[in-house]
T-cell receptor, first 115, second 116 residues
Framework: SQKIEQNSEALNIQEGKTATLTCNYT??????LQWYRQDPGRGPVFLLL?????KEKRKERLKVTFDTTLKQSLFHITASQPADSATYLC??????????????FGKGTTLSVSS | DVKVTQSSRYLVKRTGEKVFLECVQD?????MFWYRQDPGLGLRLIYF???????EKGDIPEGYSVSREKKERFSLILESASTNQTSMYLC???????????????FGPGTRLTVL
């Protein structure tokens, strides 16, 4: 069966350290993979997208890698701050994503950054 | 500024009531989605629509129906609410496309529904 897994429900780190979140998938050949941030009681907000032919993408303190051989994406937050505390969701789009297809979301990893 | 709005942030209904959750987007997106989110279960897709009057079942459509009469509006209907439908309901929209940021999905603020 098709699965997308974020293998930590919760991650606790100290301020200033790098947070690394993992997203693994099986039985998909995704066209791209996305990462979202969700704060309590709010809807998810898009952060980054990485395509199947890209190895790495950066945006300010965020970095995403995508390894289609390992079927894995890593999401890094460098120099983490308490304000980075949130739940982070990965989502993938099946290959040839077009009208009539839905993103598949992982269950999320809740990151807590302590000062 | 792009926006997805949902008709209510909080809603309390009684078992057996018919419940309507409304979602409106102002981005002219073709695709719209309804999810429910429960602790430990993540986001689960109920229904989605890729065009006006078109709908597709998601992972958990039982007990729900949807309506999309206009491009900007997607309604979720609970025909006869039950206590196990107490949840956070999230609407989202997304443009049809195959590249770049065009595939970003925009979410509404959510409706916390409690069925007593």
């Amino acid at each position: 069966s098709q699965k997308i897994e974020q293998n930590s429900e919760a991650l606790n780190i100290q301020e200033g350290k790098t947070a690394t979140l993992t997203c693994n998938y099986t039985n998909y050949s995704p066209a791209y993979l996305q990462w979202y941030r969700q704060d309590p009681g709010r809807g998810p907000v898009f952060l980054l997208l990485i395509r199947e032919n890209e190895k790495e993408k950066r945006k300010e303190r965020l970095k995403v890698t995508f390894d289609t051989t390992l079927k894995q994406s890593l999401f890094h937050i460098t120099a983490s701050q308490p304000a980075d505390s949130a739940t982070y969701l990965c989502a993938l789009a099946p290959a040839m994503s077009q009208a009539g297809t839905a993103l598949i979301f992982g269950k999320g990893t809740t990151l807590s950054v302590s000062s | 500024d792009v926006k997805v709005t949902q008709s209510s942030r909080y809603l309390v209904k009684r078992t057996g009531e018919k419940v309507f959750l409304e979602c409106v987007q102002d981005m002219d997106h073709e695709n719209m989605f309804w999810y429910r989110q429960d602790p430990g279960l993540g986001l689960r897709l109920i229904y989605f629509s890729y065009d006006v009057k078109m709908k597709e079942k998601g992972d958990i459509p039982e007990g729900y129906s949807v309506s999309r009469e206009k491009k900007e509006r997607f309604s979720l209907i609970l025909e006869s609410a039950s206590t196990n439908q107490t949840s956070m309901y999230l609407c989202a929209s997304r443009r049809t496309g195959t590249s770049g940021r065009k595939n970003e999905q925009f979410f509404g603020p959510g409706t916390r529904l409690t069925v007593l």
